[in-house]
């Protein structure tokens, strides 16, 4: 009987001292998808707003006549070179990169399909972050609790005008890059320690 009694109070006494052990190890907090999307859109808006890049092939030129953003000013001898100015609409939505109103279209020959030029938003706005893939544990040089996560950033439009977005969707326009994101623990918090 008492070595039963004995084996019941050091059983308990075990139990607390590991209750006590394991209480007194903190782990790591979570990081959900969504905090970790939001580090990586706080670390996009913290730099500064960039206009967006778009490249214009010959249909691209015909769609901002169109759309009324540019007109034909000049047609040289060769008939496939082409001078363009931007309207007053024009002058809105984009910038010739260089400066200047006038689009200098200087194609290798009448057939050259792979001639492109680019033009630059006025509107400017940040990176967005989306489609972050599962957030899972990783090993980085230096740091003793990671994580990491695939995601997609991409150009936001928000103030654009529409034709400029339609001509943003063309091909020969990327708008968006797969990345990865790595996180770190300091100080008991989460946080973007960089984006590949």
């Known amino acids: 009987m008492r ?28 990081l959900t998808q969504d905090q970790a999307l939001q580090l990586i859109q706080a670390k996009y808006d913290s730099a500064p707003a960039d206009s967006v890049s778009i490249n214009l092939s010959k249909d691209g ?20 070179w082409a001078d363009y100015t931007l309207t007053d609409d024009g002058k809105k939505a984009v910038k010739v990169a260089g400066g200047g109103d006038a689009i200098q279209w200087r194609p290798q020959s009448e057939t050259d399909a792979s001639y492109s030029i680019t033009v630059q938003t006025v509107a ?11 957030v899972a544990d990783e090993t980085l040089p230096g740091v003793s609790s990671a994580k990491g996560a695939d995601f997609t950033e991409g150009v936001d439009l928000t103030g654009v005008p529409q034709p400029v977005q339609d001509l943003a969707h063309n091909p020969g326009n990327k708008l968006s890059n797969k990345r ?17």
């Open 61 to 80: 030129m015909g769609q901002g006549i169109t759309a009324g953003l540019w007109k034909l000013t000049k047609v040289y001898p060769n008939k496939f």
């Open 124 to 134: 400017t706005s940040h990176m967005k972050a989306r489609d972050l893939q599962q």
């Open 180 to 196: 990865h994101a790595d996180f770190s623990l300091e100080n008991g918090a989460w946080v973007l320690h960089g984006i590949v």
């Open 3 to 30: 070595n039963l009694r004995k084996m019941k109070a050091l059983s308990v006494a075990g139990i607390l001292v590991a209750g006590l052990v394991l209480a007194g190890c903190k782990s790591a907090p979570e």
